[in-house]
């Protein structure tokens, strides 16, 4: 009983461990896709929208992960960003953005 125990807190500890390393990437990403188009990312903050299991390119299971994120075309209009993670990998990236909005 006690081992296991032992192994839940050692999952529960992986699972949050390899989710802070997940969203600080996620935070990385989400910066430097603003920056390359020139826009604000706002309080630099990203949130968890959505988490499932998801096979990555070699078939092994790995924890897929959604980060919504806030910025900026202009400095007074707030746009949606989400940054699809599989384990500490980019997995897709998108900016609701018109090529219009951005400054020149």
């Not at 746009?79 to 980019?90: F, N, P, Y």
Request: with cysteine; aromatic share 10%; proline share 1%.
């Amino acid at each position: 009983m006690e081992f296991l125990f032992i192994i839940v807190i050692a999952a529960a500890l992986w699972f949050w461990w390899s989710g802070a390393q997940s969203r600080e990437n996620a935070i990385v990403l989400a910066r430097g896709a603003c920056k390359r188009c020139s826009v604000q990312l706002l309080d630099e903050t990203v949130t968890l929208s959505k988490l499932r299991l998801q096979r990555d390119k070699n078939g092994h299971m790995n924890v897929a992960r959604w980060y919504r994120f806030e910025f900026s075309t202009s400095g007074e209009n707030r746009r949606d960003g989400v940054v699809g993670m599989l384990g500490s990998q980019l997995l897709s990236m998108h900016l609701d953005i018109d090529m219009e909005e951005l400054p020149n």
